[in-house]
């Protein structure tokens, strides 16, 4: 029976859009870590590796976990040098840490464990 609710995982999220290049720049200049999933509605891999992104924001919260339509965002994908999709790319201080190529689980849980070091 469909009651008109949000599944779960949507309704829990901890994964926000960013909506602007000002956001963005005000994100990737904090203290704090973020990891930025770079996708596209069209992308099968992105919407495969997407409820892994969410899990892994619930799992670790002192890492910020936001998401970025390549197609909506276009000057934020151009600024970061987007050339697939998904990207996954972390940013502290400004700075580019780190970046995982591809729908790889593994590759992106290590590099949100790594990340969530640098918020210690």
């Not at 000002?22 to 973020?34: A, D, R, T």
């Not at 992106?108 to 918020?119: C, G, H, I, K, P």
Request: proline content about 5%; hydrophobic content about 40%.
């Amino acid at each position: 029976m469909n009651t008109g609710m949000l599944p779960v995982r949507d309704q829990f999220s901890m994964v926000e859009a960013i909506k602007s290049f000002k956001e963005f720049q005000e994100l990737i200049n904090g203290e704090e870590p973020v990891i930025i999933d770079f996708y596209t509605d069209w992308c099968g891999p992105c919407r495969m590796v997407s409820p892994l992104f969410e899990r892994l924001s619930r799992q670790f919260t002192a890492v910020k976990f936001r998401k970025v339509n390549a197609e909506e965002q276009e000057q934020v994908s151009q600024e970061v040098g987007i050339r697939a999709f998904p990207t996954f790319v972390v940013f502290q201080n400004g700075n580019k840490v780190n970046e995982v190529v591809g729908a790889d689980p593994h590759r992106l849980e290590a590099v949100v464990q790594n990340t969530s070091s640098l918020a210690a």
